[in-house]
């Protein structure tokens, strides 16, 4: 796969720790549109407390990261509150684990997340996410969980990347859920550290964000 690296349009992101896993959902914001990225609890409180802050921004897109229950809790609530224009994707590899997620969740953590629905649009390394001028192109990133994916763009306020629970600063996400591939996750983070230019920012599923160039220095796991 080659990234298209040109700059294109401004964004904006607001981020809100969500959930009982403290999952990071994100709001990325070009012109008058948005998509949510992992919205993980209270679908209907995101949609609401975004339509207060922005009430000439509408919401097109829920995009996950991959089909784990701390990352799909809230889409059912968004659908509901938004309505059939805002469409859910998720990556095509994982819409078979969900109903497991939610399940293992449930017996795990006594968390009950409502189930997402059937996606709207099943997405795979080449698709793009359009957003106002900004475009996230989705890239494949195995291990977590079979479908998981990096979404990347490339805007005018510089080369942002949502990597859902992939990598972590220093380390990398679980692989011994429902799924979970080591090596697979281990390919990856190769991938993601020769495709994704340095300065990427990315954003995690949960805690801080890094860089991929913090990554080439501090992580072992680039290293392998």
């Known amino acids: 796969m080659k990234l298209d690296l040109d700059p294109r349009g401004h964004v904006q992101i607001e981020h809100v720790v969500n959930g ?50 701390d990352h799909t809790g809230g889409v059912a609530g968004m659908r509901r509150s938004l309505g059939a224009d805002a469409r859910y994707l998720l990556p095509a590899a994982d819409a078979g684990i969900v109903a497991g997620s939610i399940a293992h969740q449930k017996h795990v953590w006594g968390i009950d997340s409502p189930d997402p629905g059937v996606p709207d649009v099943l997405i795979s390394e080449g698709d793009t996410v359009a957003v106002g001028d900004v475009v996230l192109q ?3 990133v195995p291990g977590h969980t079979p479908g998981g994916v990096v979404l990347f763009a490339a805007t005018e306020d510089g080369n942002i990347a949502f990597v859902g629970d992939t990598l972590f600063p220093g380390s990398h996400g679980r692989t011994d859920l429902e799924g979970g591939d080591e090596g697979a996750i281990i390919s990856s983070l190769a991938k993601m550290a020769t495709l994704l230019p340095p300065d990427t920012l990315c954003l995690t599923g949960h805690g801080s964000a890094t860089t991929i160039a913090d990554e080439l220095v501090h992580n072992p796991f680039f290293n392998r």
Not at 32 to 45: K, N, Q, T
């Open 20 to 69: 009982p896993i403290e999952t990071n959902t994100y709001f990325v914001i070009s012109g008058d549109e948005a998509v949510v990225i992992d919205p993980a609890w209270e679908g209907e409180r995101l949609a609401t407390s975004f339509a207060e802050r922005h009430p000439n921004v509408t919401i097109k897109a829920m995009v996950c990261t991959h089909g784990h229950a």
């Open 138 to 140: 989705v890239v494949s």
